[in-house]
């Protein structure tokens, strides 16, 4: 497993803006939400594992590390900066989000599974993409409690 990928200061980037993002997001919700540092609603370390590891980590090996390669096979398009092989992958990425967070949250994760999708092209490996994904679902985590879905309480 090659680690070159750290030393792509486009993935720190990348990093930084995703964590960047999750929590201009998660200020801008406090008046539905709540106060943003409330460890009263921080999810507990099984929750915690579950959606910042373990989820992260078999999403990526199914999309990136199986189906965006076998795309990527069979067509060599591009749309813009991406391979179609990425721009299809996160369809069904988000596509396979619908039945258990709802059409929102699968909206919410397309832009995400297109960045997960580029560093995945762009170092032929699955390894930085489960690691950016890592790192942005335990910003969601710590900062939301659990994924948001929606309004509070919808």
Sequence with gaps: MTTAWLRDPWWWTACGLGVVAVCAARVLAEPAYGPVFDPGTWPAWPVLLLFALVYPVLEELVFRGVLQPWLLRRTAARVGPMTLANLLT????????????GAVHATLVFGPSLVFGLFRDR????????????????????????????????
């Design 123 to 154: 170092h032929d490996s699955v390894s930085p993409a489960i690691a950016l994904h890592v790192v942005w679902n335990a910003t969601v985590l710590v900062l939301w409690g659990e994924p948001p879905m929606g309004p509070p309480g919808g």
């Design 90 to 101: 996160s369809v069904v990425f988000s596509l396979a989000h619908v039945p258990l967070r």
